[in-house]
């Protein structure tokens, strides 16, 4: 690893990242502020890129078909 400023911090949580939650540029979520829709509940339709630079719609790109959403929050904004 290099110099005292590039150390790694480690939260309770085992999220690793540069800085302590406390330091000002990462906030924990308020008490009462969502995270995402709960488990099993139907999501409204939305549109992304796809890696290959097309728009795909959710609902149509799965059909009837039953799909896993997974969101991904990194430990450094």
Known sequence: MGSDSQL???DEFGM???R???DGQRQPLAVD???GP???TRLPDFTLQSAGGDTVSFHEHR???KAAV???RSAVW
């Open 8 to 10: 790694e911090y480690v």
């Open 16 to 18: 690793v990242g540069p």
């Open 20 to 22: 302590p939650i406390t």
């Open 33 to 35: 502020e969502t995270t």
């Open 38 to 40: 709960e488990v099993g």
């Open 63 to 65: 059909g009837n078909e």
């Open 70 to 72: 997974v969101f991904f």
